[in-house]
Each structure stands twice: as C-alpha cells, then as structure tokens.
C-alpha cells in the first residue's frame, strides 16, 4: 500500500523560488485600522440599538400601582442566617427564663426565674382550685 515517490530532480529544485518581498507593513496597517474602525462602528451601533429597545420596553412596562408601595412579603420571611437567628432566640428565651421583671405592678404580677418558681411550687404545691358548679346548677342560676 505504499507508494513510491520518486525523488524530484535537481533541475525542479532548483528551480523552486521564494517570496523574495515581505508583506507591507503599509497594507497590514491599513487593514487593522479598517478593522478597528468597523468595530467601533459595530460597538456604537448596537449601544445605540440597545438603548432604543430599552427605551420601547420602559414605554411598554405598565404604570406601578401607587397602592403597591411595599415589597416586602408578608410574615413568615425566610431567614438570611437562620443558625444566628436561633442563637439569638436561645439567649432571649434564657434572658427570659432566669431573670425577675414586673409584669403588672398595679395587680403585683412579677416574673421570677423558671427555677425559682419550681422551688416555690415544691414548696408550697400548686395552688386549690374552686370546685365548679354543676353544669344544672348554672343554668337554674342564669336566667
């Protein structure tokens, strides 16, 4: 499958010519401002194009309801940091649970701390409840 090439003889080698000019720097020249002009031309065309549609499309945009003056969705919103947030939640929750504040000083309601509380209700135990009153007995009172 091979095939023999025959060697080319001197008198073609000898023969064989080169490019004795080089290519003119004044063409190349020519050439890369032509390019560059085409280009700025293609740059400041399709600014000019895209600036035209943005303008049809902001004529188009129908008017902003003036009722619709928030964006911000309604209660429950996703998180941005929901570890933080919990931290955060965890230490008020603790803040609450182990510190004295007046409720209703008018009525002499106080909070005191979760452990605090378990002593009292040891102590003292949970406090009588009033028996309730038949549910016939209520209804011969009501009327």
Sequence with gaps: MSEHIAPQSPDHQAHAEHETTDASAF???IFALVLALVIMLSMLFL????W?????????DPMASPVATSQ?????????QPSAELI??????DDTLRTYKWIDQTQGI?????ER???LLSERGLPEQKAA???AAKQEASP
């Design 72 to 80: 911000i969705p309604p209660e429950p919103r996703l998180q941005a």
């Design 117 to 119: 509380a378990i002593d």
């Design 110 to 114: 106080v909070q005191i701390p979760i």
């Design 88 to 93: 955060q939640l965890r230490r008020e929750e």
């Design 47 to 50: 600014y000019q194009m895209f």
């Design 133 to 135: 009153l038949p549910t």
């Design 52 to 60: 035209g549609f943005e303008a049809v499309v902001k004529r188009s």
């Design 27 to 29: 063409y190349i020249a």
